[in-house]
């Protein structure tokens, strides 16, 4: 291999680096601390989904699915959107099973965008998005939501309006925050994509996961969105299966038509046996479940959110999701990178910089925590945060 081409990267990944999230991971390894900071999500799964797709293994249902996703599946999720979203789609023609979520977006990105288009995101976004989007060839366009609570104000929609821009990106319950968008949000939104003709694309993968009241609603129900709304989403965090790799894509035929054929390109089709495995746990399980994991996370989120206040942080306290900001000023640091590596030093608990989460100095005094963690190691990592970092 010659010089000129020896680690030679590609014009469209020549700004990645790795991740702060999985940076922040192997720190925290290296000195055997606890990790708050990625999403792991190391709980138990569903016994009856476990033991579907160790059926669907033992069975050998090994092939290649369609790679739309296999039927039972299709229709299982189509149900569950009906039911749960209040959203009537044909598993057949409007329902992609992908890769994850993350592969449903890439998918999403390469099948509806061309280079040069802008898609809003809304500040504090997930790095994972914005780097997608980059490589894909669009642009984003980041609009700030308003601290303490993360409100939406529609002007900021239209002052970041160009030429170029093509859609809204809508992360809720979101990721970083936990922040929940409201109907008025919501409203706000839907106007605004049908005024100036936008698609929307939404990531609904924390969707069970809302708490103190507030509602989750997918933005494909409001009047006039259903035939421009690219509905995301998956089972990576409802079920703790962070990897299997199973998620959809639900869109109008016109829509999803070209993000199946991407996902059939990139990808061939979703792990075949998981697909059943999945199918068969999403018909059995009831909304016991699902009150159960949200429960259980609201209960970590109030523990550790306590226990920032008694170690002299104050927590933004979410809406919904799994994960905590918290407002790290007072440690005294220069910026949020070197808070989060002295609360790893002091404390042994990892964290992610909250710089990883916005463009320029918008999260230089936080950082994120992710409370997805069995309850005795949380506990844990709560009294360490309580018994102060100084």
Same mark, same amino acid.
């Given at each position: ?94 329902? #992609? $099973?992908?890769? =994850?979520?993350?592969?449903? @977006?890439?998918? !999403?990105?390469?099948? *509806? ?116 709304? #690219? $509905?995301?989403? =998956?089972?990576?965090?409802? @079920?703790?299966? !962070?990897?299997?790799? *199973? ?144």
């Amino acid at each position: 291999m010659s010089e000129t081409t020896k680690g030679q990267r590609s014009r469209r990944v020549a700004f990645l680096e790795q991740s702060q999230i999985r940076g922040m991971t192997a720190k925290c390894r290296e000195v055997g601390g606890i990790n708050l900071g990625q999403g792991i999500c190391p709980l138990p799964s569903p016994p009856e989904l476990l033991k579907a797709a160790s059926k669907a293994v033992s069975d050998d249902k090994s092939i290649y699915s369609k790679y739309s996703g296999v039927s039972e599946l299709r229709e299982a999720v189509a149900a569950k959107l009906k039911r749960y979203n209040g959203l009537q789609i044909d598993a057949d023609r409007e329902l #992609v $099973t992908t890769v =994850g979520s993350a592969g449903a @977006f890439c998918c !999403t990105l390469q099948g *509806l965008f061309n280079p040069g288009d802008e898609i809003i995101v809304f500040e504090p976004y997930y790095g994972y998005h914005i780097n997608a989007i980059k490589v894909s060839g669009c642009r984003a366009k980041t609009v700030r939501l308003r601290r303490p609570d993360w409100r939406l104000e529609p002007g900021d929609l239209e002052a970041a309006l160009s030429e170029n821009t093509r859609a809204v990106l809508v992360n809720t319950p979101g990721n970083p925050s936990g922040k929940v968008f409201g109907e008025d949000e919501l409203e706000a939104i839907a106007a605004f994509c049908q005024r100036h003709d936008l698609l929307a694309v939404t990531d609904e993968i924390y969707e069970y996961m809302v708490f103190d009241g507030h509602r989750h609603r997918s933005l494909a129900t409001f009047e006039g969105m259903r035939e421009r709304t #690219v $509905t995301i989403s =998956g089972f990576s965090k409802t @079920f703790a299966i !962070t990897g299997w790799r *199973l998620g959809y894509a639900a869109a109008p035929p016109e829509l999803a038509e070209p993000i199946g054929l991407v996902n059939d390109l990139f990808y061939i089709c979703a792990p075949t046996p998981l697909q059943y495995g999945l199918a068969e746990a999403l018909e059995v399980l009831d909304d016991g479940y699902y009150d159960q994991i949200c429960e259980r996370y609201r209960q970590n989120r109030d523990l550790f959110c306590e226990a920032l206040r008694e170690g002299g942080l104050e927590p933004m306290v979410p809406q919904g999701s799994y994960y905590v900001l918290a407002d790290v000023s007072a440690l005294g640091c220069e910026d949020s990178k070197q808070a989060a590596m002295k609360l790893l030093g002091t404390t042994g608990v990892a964290s992610v910089p909250g710089s990883a989460f916005f463009d320029g100095d918008g999260g230089r005094d936080l950082v994120r925590f992710c409370v997805a963690q069995p309850r005795d190691v949380l506990e844990e990592a709560a009294q360490r945060m309580a018994d102060g970092i100084n």
